[in-house]
């Protein structure tokens, strides 16, 4: 049964039979034959079948519900099971938003010092992706906003609060203040991410909040991409305090000016499955970003 919601579940990540089918390691035949029996057993059409695949029916939509829970069950027991056995050891995947992925090592590093035998696997999502991820057990933790747009049924651990920053050059437009205002923000040429991302929406509203628009001259999915343009002393843009402060961003090229009226904070936290109990890889990670939750938020 374990290995038949597997299957379902490779099918709602996939959406085509012979993606899944490769997914799992498997012909497709084989994939058909385990979808049958699982409909066989439980009574029901569960795939709208045809020549693509073209979705679950409402009892495959409840189907899916079911098989989370129960696959995350058995893959957390499996995982409690051998950590009594041995040390910690295995995998954690994590997600985490671009304006985040400066602070996982926060997490990772000590993690790590207590449990050598463990890895980490790390996915930069936007933070809709990061609640689609855990949902369907592609990741096991994630970190992301979780206190401005809605996050789903997940555990959440606050982190620490993101505020935000005009990086500009010296000599560049408000370069020579000690603070800006959003609306002054809003005269500003700037590069920033692009609207599919939380931060830029944050951003926008802000902006909107004043009566003011982001003009930018540059967008990117990636903040190498923008972090190579603020860098040359010749691009602004608007980034989290610390990530700034982490990636080294001010500098003799580029200051960090704290933007204030208003004063925006958003909360940034590890957001993990709502699941009990939690697996031995993740109620140490859990552990980990309380312990050093205080210590993010100086």
Same mark, same amino acid.
């Given at each position: 049964?374990i $290995?038949?919601?597997e299957?379902?579940?490779?099918?709602?990540?996939?959406?085509?039979?012979?993606?899944?089918?490769?997914?799992?390691?498997?012909?497709?035949p /084989?994939?058909?034959?385990?979808l049958?029996?699982?409909?066989?057993?439980?009574?029901?059409?569960?795939?709208?079948?045809?020549?693509?695949?073209?979705?679950? /029916?409402?009892?495959?939509?409840r189907?899916l519900d079911?098989?989370?829970?129960?696959?995350?069950?058995?893959?957390?027991m499996?995982?409690?099971i051998?950590?009594?056995?041995?040390q910690?050891?295995?995998?954690?995947?994590?997600?985490a938003?671009?304006?985040?992925?400066?602070?996982?090592?926060?997490?990772?590093?000590?993690?790590r010092?207590?449990?050598p035998?463990v890895?980490?696997?790390?996915?930069?999502t936007?933070?809709?992706?990061?609640?689609?991820?855990?949902?369907?057990?592609?990741?096991?933790?994630?970190?992301?906003?979780?206190?401005?747009?809605?996050?789903g049924?997940?555990?959440?651990?606050?982190?620490?609060n993101?505020?935000?920053?005009?990086? /500009?050059? *010296?000599?560049?437009?408000f370069?020579?203040?000690?603070?800006?205002?959003?609306?002054?923000?809003?005269?500003?040429?700037?590069?920033?991410?692009?609207?599919?991302?939380?931060?830029?929406?944050i951003?926008?509203?802000?902006?909107?909040?004043?009566?003011?628009?982001?003009? *930018?001259?540059?967008?990117?999915?990636?903040?190498?991409?923008?972090?190579?343009?603020?860098?040359?002393?010749?691009?602004?843009?608007?980034? *989290?305090?610390?990530?700034?402060?982490?990636?080294g961003?001010?500098?003799d090229k580029v200051?960090?000016?704290?933007?204030?009226? *208003?004063?925006?904070n958003?909360?940034i936290?590890l957001v993990?499955?709502?699941? $009990?109990?939690?697996?031995?890889?993740?109620?140490?990670?859990v552990?980990?970003?309380?312990?050093?939750?205080?210590?993010?938020?100086?």
């Open positions: 049964m $290995d038949k919601l299957l379902l579940l490779a099918l709602a990540k996939e959406r085509h039979f012979g993606r899944a089918a490769e997914a799992c390691g498997v012909t497709q /084989t994939m058909s034959t385990g049958k029996q699982l409909e066989e057993i439980l009574g029901v059409m569960l795939v709208q079948r045809g020549s693509r695949f073209q979705g679950f /029916t409402p009892e495959g939509e189907a079911w098989a989370r829970r129960i696959v995350g069950d058995a893959r957390a499996r995982d409690e051998n950590g009594l056995k041995h910690l050891s295995g995998e954690i995947r994590i997600a938003i671009p304006t985040a992925l400066g602070m996982v090592a926060s997490l990772t590093t000590p993690y010092a207590r449990h035998e890895r980490f696997s790390i996915r930069s936007t933070s809709s992706e990061v609640l689609g991820l855990l949902e369907n057990l592609e990741v096991d933790a994630g970190l992301t906003y979780i206190e401005n747009e809605p996050i049924k997940v555990r959440t651990i606050p982190l620490y993101e505020s935000y920053r005009l990086l /500009t050059a *010296p000599d560049g437009m370069g020579d203040r000690e603070t800006v205002t959003w609306k002054e923000v809003g005269q500003v040429p700037l590069c920033l991410l692009t609207p599919d991302m939380q931060n830029r929406r951003i926008d509203r802000a902006l909107r909040s004043v009566g003011a628009e982001a003009t *930018p001259t540059l967008t990117s999915n990636s903040l190498l991409v923008l972090f190579t343009h603020v860098k040359t002393g010749r691009w602004a843009s608007v980034m *989290p305090a610390k990530l700034a402060e982490t990636l961003l001010s500098s200051r960090s000016i704290p933007i204030v009226d *208003p004063e925006v958003y909360s936290g993990i499955p709502q699941r $009990d109990p939690m697996t031995p890889l993740i109620a140490a990670l552990n980990v970003a309380r312990e050093v939750a205080p210590t993010l938020q100086s």
